[in-house]
Every structure is written in C-alpha cells, then in structure tokens.
Nanobody, 115 residues
Framework: QVQLDESGGGLVQTGGSLRLSCAAS????????MGWYRQAPGNQRELVAK???????DYGDSVKGRFAISRDSDQNTVNLQMNSLKPEDTAVYFC?????????WGQGTQVTVSS
C-alpha cells in the first residue's frame, strides 16, 4: 500500500504564493510519475502539473509560467511552487503517484485564493 501525505495548502491573496508538498511512503517499488491534479466545485478534476521518473514535466495550460513542479532526489517527494495565484486557482489539490499499473491519490488539500 502507498500513502501520500500532502501539506502546504491554505488561504492566500491574489498574486500571492503557496508551496505544496507531497511525500509518498509505503510499498513503493517504482513510480513512473508523480504530480498534482485539482478540482473546483462543479468542475472536473484537471491536471495541474506532473513529473516523470526521468524528469520530464508537464503543466496544465492555465498554470504554465506560474507554477513549477519539482521532485526530490529520493523520487518519493514532489513539490509544487505556485506563484501569481489567481482566484480561479481556488480548488482542492490532489497529489498522485502512478506506478504504471496503479494510481494512488492523496486526500487533497484546499487552496483558496481571495480577490
């Protein structure tokens, strides 16, 4: 079993910054990618950012140039630096880890950007 522990969400004003972290533990034999999705009320879950074990990164169109994802050398921690936050970034952010066979999800952390 894999456990994902998220931290760093909260309330911030427009233009501010937050940093999310996600630490994976448990029976991790391999992970092909880790990253973040988000879901706002009434919306579908959407990709925010992901990074593969090889270091390739991908971002959702709405966060390109503002968010940056990084992965620690142990490959089991992923961080999301969020800058120039907008009210439309308000959502629950979910960390995920994909092993190629299974996907694991964190419980989610709330990010609220006030106008």
């Amino acid at each position: 079993q894999v456990q994902l522990d998220e931290s760093g969400g909260g309330l911030v004003q427009t233009g501010g910054s937050l940093r999310l972290s996600c630490a994976a533990s448990g029976s991790i034999f391999t992970s092909t990618s880790m990253g973040w999705y988000r879901q706002a009320p009434g919306n579908q879950r959407e990709l925010v950012a992901k990074v593969t074990s090889g270091g390739s990164k991908d971002y959702g169109d709405s966060v390109k140039g503002r968010f940056a994802i990084s992965r620690d050398s142990d490959q089991n921690t992923v961080n999301l630096q969020m800058n120039s936050l907008k009210p439309e970034d308000t959502a629950v952010y979910f960390c995920y880890l994909n092993t190629g066979l299974y996907s694991f999800w964190g419980q989610g952390t709330q990010v609220t950007v006030s106008s």
